[in-house]
């Protein structure tokens, strides 16, 4: 990748459609499959816009998409992936740095050098693919709906279930909603309504309960995934790593049964 070819201005308008296409379809909840298009684009927090940090963000990133794409977690640190991973530069096509802090004034280090950005990549589909294929992996496409339902007992014992549009369940929703995002899956949320009246999204059920544990400073989650009597769990972990162990842990699932 030449400095002057992939500057961070690059293909700005594309990336950032590609990055709001993205966004979008996970807020949809409801589509059968991700474009291929979003399976191979990824999104990784860096510092600064210059050289420091890029190389090792596109690596990141070329991680998180081998993941996606495949939809098998279980890779994130297998050895096949290493080369893949180490070819980076060659698989992106494009990326655009988006600042996270907008709205706050620059100063000092703060303001250039030191600034937090995230890192919106898209990889070239075709040689992502050639290059898993010679890994012994491929690109899982039929993916179906997972239709969750979460119940949430919080520290302070108020169960309550996690749905598509309560208030009460909103941070809860938006990390199911980025472990979604991250494994490439469509997630499909009851309302409140529907809950009520025991009617559930159609697609695939993927059942959770999170528990707020002192003992184990963090929450311990089950998940079980309809029709195949497979459960699992986690312990300790906070509620952004509980939503990843159960998407996570469908799609690894689904993907290779």
Not at 89 to 98: G, I, S
Not at 170 to 193: C, I
Not at 202 to 223: C, H, K, M, Q, T
Not at 236 to 250: C, L, M, N, P
Request: charged share 25%.
């Amino acid at each position: 990748m030449r400095e002057g070819a992939r500057a961070h201005c690059c293909c700005y308008a594309r990336a950032v459609l590609r990055a709001s296409l993205v966004l979008g379809a996970v807020l949809a909840l409801s589509a059968p499959a991700l474009a291929d298009a979003d399976l191979f684009s990824c999104r990784v927090i860096v510092t600064g816009t210059d050289m420091r940090s890029r190389p090792d963000g596109l690596r990141r990133c070329v991680r998180d998409v081998v993941v996606k794409a495949t939809g098998r977690p279980s890779v994130r640190d297998d050895g096949r992936i290493e080369p893949i991973v180490a070819d980076a530069p060659a698989l992106v096509e494009d990326f655009v740095y988006l600042d996270r802090m907008t709205d706050i004034p620059r100063h000092d280090e703060q303001g250039s050098r030191d600034r937090p950005y995230d890192l919106v990549a898209h990889l070239n589909p075709e040689a992502v693919t050639e290059r898993l294929q010679q890994a012994g992996l491929s690109v899982w496409r039929a993916r179906p709906v997972l239709a969750v339902t979460v119940a949430v007992t919080p520290r302070d014992g108020n169960r309550f279930d996690v749905t598509a549009e309560g208030d009460a369940s909103e941070r809860q929703r938006q990390a199911l909603l980025a472990a979604a995002d991250r494994f490439g899956m469509r997630v499909a949320l009851p309302t409140s309504e529907q809950l009520g009246a025991g009617r559930l999204p159609g697609g695939i059920a993927l059942d959770g309960r999170l528990v707020w544990s002192p003992a184990d400073f963090g929450w311990n989650a089950e998940w079980r995934l309809g029709g195949t009597g497979t459960a699992w769990e986690v312990r300790g972990a906070s509620f952004d790593e509980a939503y990843r162990a159960g998407i996570g842990g469908a799609a690894e699932r689904l993907s290779h049964p």
